[in-house]
């Protein structure tokens, strides 16, 4: 099981960026792929989860209206697209699966995370 992801990068408060988690070996349409974010000195928080099995998804209230987590099942990819990019959304990005429809768990598989900064 591998899950990558990619598309993290620098970028100016008020900018956007889409992350991607690239996922392999793993019965994709069972899995729920969420995205998490850890910041220097902080806790590992969530940030958006996507559940293949019924097509819900659930969102940390810091990033509601803003970020947007999509799926996409013929390429076994989760999207996280990220609007109004603000500082306090610079973290480290990991995507995580889990069997559906729960939010993943750290016993679940990760990704290696991909950096996001955002400058003010």
């Known amino acids: 099981v591998q899950l990558v992801e990619s598309g993290g990068g620098l970028v100016q408060a008020g900018g956007a960026l889409r992350l991607s988690c690239a996922t392999s070996?793993?019965?994709?349409?069972?899995?729920?792929i969420a995205w998490f974010r850890q910041a220097p000195g902080k806790e590992r928080e969530r940030v958006a989860c996507?559940?293949?099995?019924?097509?819900?998804?659930y969102y940390a209230d810091a990033v509601k209206g803003r970020f947007t987590i999509s799926s996409d099942n013929a390429k076994n990819t989760v999207y996280l697209q990220m609007n109004s990019l603000r500082p306090e959304d610079t973290a480290v990005y990991y995507c995580?699966?889990?069997?559906?429809?729960?939010?993943?768990?750290?016993?679940?598989?990760w990704g290696q995370g991909t950096q996001v900064t955002v400058s003010s």
């Open positions: 995580a699966g889990g069997l559906g429809p729960y939010w993943p768990t750290p016993e679940d598989y």
């Open positions: 070996g793993l019965p994709f349409e069972e899995f729920a």
């Open positions: 996507y559940s293949n099995p019924d097509g819900n998804t």
